[in-house]
């Protein structure tokens, strides 16, 4: 197993910053790529970004590209977001998620299965 704990959220005005965190435990070495997902009221939990164990390959959603970046320290098993022109739209529940596989896996796909999860960390972004 696998254990994901999100931090770094909070109240923020449109145009400012944020940077997440999320730490992994357990056995790490059995997840390939790690990423954000977020959930608004109302809404399905929407992919983010995410990013392969090596930190060699990204992808972002098209909705924060540009903006938003996401990075890895596997010396500390952890796994950042960083937040950056912050919209009123960004406001949601920001979950870290993981995906399971042999890390000989090469290709970082679209978006992520979500074989483990956080218990995610709110974003407001007030306008």
């Known amino acids: 197993q696998v254990q994901l704990v999100e931090s770094g959220g909070g109240l923020v005005q449109a145009g400012g910053s944020l940077r997440l965190s999320c730490a992994a435990s357990g056995r790490t070495f059995s997840t390939y790529a790690m990423g954000w997902f977020r959930q608004a009221p109302g809404k399905e939990r929407d992919f983010v970004a995410a990013i392969h164990w090596s930190g060699s390959s990204t992808v972002y959603a098209d909705s924060v590209k540009g903006r938003f970046t996401i990075s890895r320290d596997n010396a500390k098993n952890t796994v950042y977001l960083q937040m950056n022109r912050l919209k009123p739209e960004d406001t949601a529940v920001y979950y870290c998620?993981?995906?399971?596989?042999?890390?000989?896996?090469?290709?970082?796909?679209?978006?992520?299965?979500?074989?483990?999860w956080g218990q995610g960390t709110q974003v407001t972004v007030a306008s």
């Open positions: 998620a993981a995906d399971s596989g042999p890390r000989t896996i090469a290709v970082l796909p679209a978006t992520l299965r979500g074989d483990y």
